[in-house]
């Protein structure tokens, strides 16, 4: 472990004061003792474009965060799908159980947080990106993604999470640029465009990264490397996805536990509950193995990242912003494990033959909503399309493909009864 210098006893004598109510400068205070040299302290956030004065009682990854909750994109999410599109869930006895974008996006946060708490880092910031990371995710999950990729351009056999080539500009639908287009082009406040978000919240939307999320590389501005804050997010999107997709798949009887055996991850998880517990089933069982894969996971995640930053001596936030090395992350054993679990819920989960039939299924609605919209785009609302504007094909491509991927799982579906 490293020594983290700090005068405790002179520090925490200010932050036990009994004062009855926390200024913004107080609370940046006590940042200065709780949080690493490392992580990203508030009073040293790079700003946001347009200036506006302080808030007297909250950091200004508090005020983000806030921001983000309160966008309609937000509350939308609560209607968008994980992996079993909302036509799945209708056909399900237990449909309400599935998860959907916000409970993901929840998830995503709870996770993040408990992991940069054990850092040291900014929870505040990192319960920002987080709560922001799916804003601009299209309804269908990944199906709905892949329609909208190959219909703006990209290879659609490039898949799910292929890598980016350097130096090469994006095509078709990138959902953090969506994400980004939305915090800040949306309007919801008369003295500028978008929530005027500082430029660490925004750098961690635009360049997230998993195996399913491709940083944008269009916004040229923000060049700079994610904080730590920024990457424990991105780790946290790893570990909800593949455990919570396995608690899915498991309660929807799509997998059973048995197809998950040749995973070195999943036994090694199974024998320490059946060492520990027996006689379990159900949802009871289900649970357990979830905790405890996401504490495996975790407790690699943590003891490599905390080798890692101590290996990079970082002195504060900006040789993080001035690295090009991600550091959060998991150990080579462990990441190897957890690709190898992914390929096995890839076959068994994602390729269920079910699963297949609503994946086609949502994909054929999104294409066939953007040909209908295509062919006469007057028949978008005002608000999105300006009749007596002169548009470029490529700009009512844009356009259409924005409105979709706004769209949740309902609203698309009945869209596409009204239009047919």
Known sequence: SRPIQRSFHSQWMFCLKGYAMRTREELEKIEDVVLAPYAMHSKDSAGRYYDEPPHPTRTCYQRDRDRIVHLRAFRNLEYKTQVFPIFLNLQLSKNDYYRTRLTHTLEVSQIARTIGRNLMLNEDLIEAVALAHDLGHPPFGHAGEEALNLIMGRNSSEGWGHALIPGKKVQGFNHNKRSFEIVTLEKRYPEFDGLNLTREVLVGILKHKTAYDIPSIDEKSLNDFPTLEAQVVNMADELAYLNHDIDDGLASDYIRKEDLNDSILWARTMEDINRKIHGL?????????????????????????DKEIARHHFSSSQDVKNS???????????????????????????????????????????????????????????????????YSKEQEKEIICNFIADMTDRSALEEYKKLL
């Open 281 to 305: 089933d159900g949802a009871i069982e289900r649970n357990v193995i979830v905790k405890t894969l996401i504490d495996i996971q975790v407790k690699d995640l943590l003891e490599n990242s």
């Open 324 to 390: 090009k090395e991600l550091v959060i992350k998991f150990s080579p054993q462990m990441t190897q494990e957890r690709n190898d679990l992914q390929d096995l819920m890839y076959k068994k989960l994602y390729r269920h033959y079910l699963v297949e039939r609503m994946t086609t299924k949502a994909k054929r609605v999104v294409q066939k909503l953007f040909d209908i919209y295509e062919s006469n785009p007057r028949q978008l609302p005002y608000d999105i399309y300006d009749p007596n504007h002169h």
